[in-house]
């Protein structure tokens, strides 16, 4: 079989490209290259979006050699600033909090760059990634997704926009592997990446700087509107944040609320952070059809936090409603609400707060 293999220079990437090729595959390694030079300033930051691509490329490149793949890589910076950072841009500046790593998924990853790499001529017959999840493929044909067997390294909530098209040319080898054992894989292969650390963010640099904007100061005010201090601009604040508010109070505060209307950022005590409700829209539904009537599923409201139980209830034109029993923390207009069943990744949306 003739698999493309997205290699980002890291540990994962790397061993699934490894695993392919002495399975007997018919291997090569693509990667998109997303920066501009003087596009913007970026940081030192290990990110997937740096102004250090140019060398990062010629890193991989030599990586795929050492494995014994050809590598290719394709210019995707204009779909990037179009599809991934103007709408991180817009959001933000409505009061929103985008994924951007979700939207680079759905949108440049698993479309885009596949998508260059066919019309370029290269043939192949399934695309492969690092990510740590399980594809399968229930009894109606369907294909489904589902949470890793390392569930601390779980990335399925960053792929649950991905169309069934997308899902059936898949193939995510490390799903059924931990952490520990990819990289005892990579030392075993002698890997120079085998020790690397992971990438913890989209941008290497300050996300400020993405969103062009001057500052403007405005209000930190209490739920009742008491004015509490100022702020240079509600977009450098995020719904949850307890550090750098800059005020004091006998108890910690947290943001609660960004109004972008009034550029105020409302803050409040931890318990105010709790909703019992919320609504997600713009869903995809990845491992079942459309519920069409109410389901109790579990619900992730960011990746790194744990799911919790939620009842499930379509309102009218593709809108859910989200019951929490026990409510959920931090849940911020513009993130994703992704759905499960146990281990079984049903689908989801984008946060709407009521």
Same mark, same amino acid.
């Given at each position: 079989?003739?698999?493309?293999?997205?290699?980002?220079?890291?540990?994962?990437?790397?061993?699934?490209?490894?695993?392919?090729?002495?399975?007997?595959?018919? #291997?090569?390694?693509?990667?998109?290259?997303?920066?501009?030079? =003087?596009?913007?300033? *970026?940081?030192?930051?290990?990110?997937? !979006?740096?102004?250090?691509?140019?060398?990062?490329?010629?890193?991989?490149?030599?990586?795929? %050699?050492?494995?014994?793949?050809?590598?290719?890589?394709?210019?995707?910076?204009?779909?990037?600033?179009?599809?991934?950072?103007?709408?991180?841009?817009?959001?933000?500046?409505?009061?929103?909090?985008?994924?951007?790593?979700?939207?680079?998924?759905?949108?440049?990853?698993?479309?885009?760059?596949?998508?260059?790499?066919?019309? +370029?001529?290269?043939?192949?017959?399934?695309?492969?990634? =690092?990510?740590?999840?399980?594809?399968?493929?229930? %009894?109606?044909?369907?294909? /489904?997704?589902?949470?890793?067997?390392?569930?601390?390294?779980?990335?399925?909530? !960053?792929?649950?926009?991905?169309?069934?098209?997308?899902?059936? /040319?898949?193939?995510?080898?490390?799903?059924?592997?931990?952490?520990?054992?990819?990289?005892?894989?990579?030392?075993?292969?002698?890997? /120079?990446?085998?020790?690397?650390?992971?990438?913890?963010? !989209?941008?290497?640099?300050?996300?400020?700087?993405?969103?062009?904007?001057?500052?403007?100061?405005?209000?930190?005010?209490?739920?009742?509107?008491?004015?509490?201090?100022?702020?240079?601009? !509600?977009?450098?604040?995020?719904?949850?944040?307890?550090?750098?508010?800059?005020?004091?109070?006998?108890?910690?505060?947290?943001? #609660?609320?960004?109004?972008?209307?009034?550029?105020?950022?409302?803050?409040?005590?931890?318990?105010?952070?709790?909703?019992?409700?919320?609504?997600?829209?713009?869903?995809?539904?990845? +491992?079942?059809?459309?519920?069409?009537?109410?389901?109790?599923?579990?619900?992730?409201?960011?990746?790194?936090?744990?799911?919790?139980?939620?009842?499930?209830?379509?309102? *009218?034109?593709?809108?859910? %409603? @989200?019951?929490?029993?026990?409510?959920?923390? $931090? $849940?911020?207009?513009?993130?994703?609400?992704?759905?499960?069943?146990?281990?079984?990744? @049903?689908? *989801?949306?984008?946060?709407?707060?009521?």
């Amino acid at each position: 079989m003739k698999i493309l293999v997205g290699v980002s220079g890291g540990v994962d990437s790397t061993v699934c490209a490894m695993m392919l090729k002495a399975a007997g595959h018919d #291997v090569a390694g693509i990667t998109m290259k997303i920066w501009k030079d =003087g596009r913007y300033k *970026g940081g030192t930051k290990d990110a997937c !979006f740096s102004p250090t691509e140019k060398d990062d490329v010629a890193k991989i490149k030599v990586l795929c %050699e050492s494995v014994g793949i050809p590598h290719y890589d394709f210019d995707c910076s204009d779909e990037y600033e179009k599809i991934v950072i103007e709408n991180f841009r817009r959001e933000y500046l409505s009061g929103n909090t985008p994924n951007p790593c979700v939207r680079c998924n759905s949108f440049l990853k698993f479309g885009v760059l596949p998508n260059l790499a066919k019309k +370029s001529g290269l043939e192949f017959d399934a695309f492969a990634t =690092g990510h740590y999840a399980k594809i399968g493929q229930n %009894e109606a044909g369907r294909y /489904t997704l589902s949470v890793a067997a390392d569930k601390t390294k779980d990335q399925s909530y !960053f792929l649950y926009r991905l169309n069934q098209q997308q899902l059936g /040319t898949l193939i995510l080898p490390l799903g059924n592997m931990t952490k520990v054992q990819v990289r005892d894989y990579a030392r075993k292969a002698k890997l /120079t990446v085998s020790d690397k650390p992971d990438s913890q963010d !989209f941008y290497s640099g300050d996300h400020n700087e993405l969103l062009e904007t001057p500052d403007k100061e405005g209000n930190i005010v209490d739920l009742s509107g008491k004015v509490l201090g100022k702020h240079k601009g !509600f977009w450098h604040y995020t719904i949850g944040q307890r550090r750098g508010l800059g005020i004091g109070a006998g108890s910690p505060l947290y943001v #609660v609320e960004l109004n972008a209307c009034r550029n105020e950022v409302v803050v409040g005590s931890a318990s105010d952070t709790i909703r019992s409700k919320i609504k997600i829209s713009s869903c995809n539904w990845v +491992s079942i059809e459309e519920p069409k009537e109410a389901l109790n599923v579990e619900v992730k409201v960011r990746s790194a936090s744990k799911p919790v139980p939620a009842l499930l209830k379509p309102i *009218g034109d593709g809108t859910f %409603e @989200l019951e929490f029993p026990n409510g959920v923390s $931090a $849940a911020a207009a513009g993130q994703s609400a992704v759905v499960y069943n146990g281990d079984l990744l @049903l689908g *989801g949306g984008i946060i709407g707060i009521p």
